[in-house]
């Protein structure tokens, strides 16, 4: 597990690069020929994170069901992201990892609701949902090198 912490606090840290790197026009920018932005993307991992990990072990996380709506699989940006919102997503990028391991290593993760994704992940474990949501967070980080040529 060690490992799959490291490589999403690695990926989480790249992810909040892009608000160090681009202006919060460019985060909104939505590139002709695409369907989301740079921060849609980004709110969209913190959403799935959320529900791969809590959500699918019954526990509500730590996010608001307004988020969880907006950012959601089959979601696009349907409105000019602000400056308040950005900086909540912006916290909670990394302000969720502690918290997500400490839960872990507290082993309140014990039941499992055991699914297959849309993407194909056969999940019947935390640690199947850990592993899972660290290549969705990859995943949309190659949508966003690809976004960032046109912002």
Same mark, same amino acid.
């Given at each position: ?25 460019q985060l909104? @920018? ?7 932005? &740079?921060?849609?993307h =980004?709110?969209?991992i %913190?959403v799935?994170q959320q #529900? ?22 089959g979601?696009?940006p ?5 400056? @308040?919102?950005a900086d909540?997503?912006?916290?909670? &990028?990394?302000?969720? =990892?502690?918290?997500t %391991?400490?839960?872990?290593? #507290? ?16 999940l ?8 899972c ?7 949309h980080l190659?949508y ?5 040529k046109?912002?």
């Open positions: 597990m060690e490992a799959l912490f490291k490589t999403w606090e690695t990926s989480r840290r790249i992810y909040l690069s892009y608000f160090e790197n681009y202006s919060l026009d909104n @920018k939505v590139p002709n020929g695409y369907n989301n932005n &740079l921060i849609w =980004i709110g969209h %913190i799935t #529900k791969l990990i809590y959500r699918g072990s019954h526990f509500p996380g730590y996010i608001s069901d307004d988020l969880l709506v907006k950012y959601q699989s979601t696009k349907d409105a000019y992201i602000p400056q @308040k919102e909540e997503l912006k916290t909670l &990028l990394t302000s969720l =990892i502690e918290p %391991i400490d839960d872990f290593l #507290k082993g309140i993760f014990l039941n499992y609701n055991e699914r297959t994704t849309g993407t194909g992940f056969h019947s474990s935390i640690t199947d949902a850990f592993e949501n660290n290549y969705h967070e990859g995943m190659g966003m090198l690809s976004i960032r046109f912002v």
